[in-house]
């Protein structure tokens, strides 16, 4: 006669394998009556990445504070250990919830923002600085005349990398910019009129002809 085969089931409360139903699981554990198992929670969703915040906007709505509280935080923790054009919309997640929410979880993001944006200005000066990118206090030329200012240059210094230039977005409360040499194109000053404080821009000493596109990247500034 042939041998039975034995059949191995799960452990009473293993999450099943597809993905989505194990996010399913792991959310419905961010209020487990266990702090070990609601952190463990956390951890597991963290793992799964940026794919899970639908799901967690859904707890939220559904879930008591204990779930609200860490359904943000795992939110925020994928902004910040992303690049923002990475983060899978974690960003605009926790803008939507602060805008649009109210009570606990409007409080909950919009205290999340300015975590995030603490941490991506932090982020921005470092890897700005590493490629080149002048941050700091000097003498910025303005209506002929000269004032001591922070603000920042992208110049001969610059290593040439745009992608590193879309930080310049988090680079906040200084309000003057010089562009000069090989990095008056363009692509620079695309990313350039994105800081959110940025009131005046310096182009000097370009290496060639200022080409149309450098000025329309302007467009988008109300005062120049």
């Not at 943000?72 to 929410?101: C, H, K, M, Y």
């Not at 941490?119 to 030329?141: E, K, P, T, W, Y």
């Not at 000493?205 to 988008?220: I, M, P, Q, T, Y």
């Amino acid at each position: 006669a042939g041998r039975a085969t034995a059949q191995v089931r799960p452990a009473e409360g293993t999450p099943k394998t597809g993905s989505n139903e194990t996010a399913a699981y792991w959310i419905t554990q961010l209020s487990h009556d266990h702090y070990l198992r609601r952190e463990k929670a956390s951890q597991k969703i963290k793992e799964l990445g940026p794919v899970v915040i639908p799901d967690l906007v859904t707890a939220m709505n559904q879930g008591d504070l204990e779930v609200i509280e860490r359904a943000v935080a795992v939110i925020s923790d994928f902004a910040i250990s992303r690049e923002p054009a990475e983060d899978g919309n974690a960003w605009v997640t926790l803008q939507t919830l602060a805008e649009n929410s109210v009570g606990r979880r409007a409080l909950a993001a919009k205290a999340a923002m300015d975590e995030v944006a603490t941490s991506r200005s932090r982020q921005a000066a470092d890897l700005l600085v590493a490629a080149g990118v002048f941050i700091g206090d000097g003498d910025f030329s303005v209506a002929a005349s000269q004032l001591p200012v922070p603000f920042v240059e992208v110049g001969d210094g610059w290593n040439g990398d745009v992608k590193v230039l879309r930080w310049l977005e988090w680079v906040g409360d200084i309000q003057h910019v010089r562009i000069s040499g090989k990095a008056v194109q363009g692509s620079v000053v695309r990313n350039v009129v994105r800081m959110p404080d940025l009131t005046a821009i310096a182009i000097v000493n370009a290496d060639a002809a200022v080409e149309d596109e450098v000025f329309s990247s302007l467009n988008g500034m109300e005062r120049i």
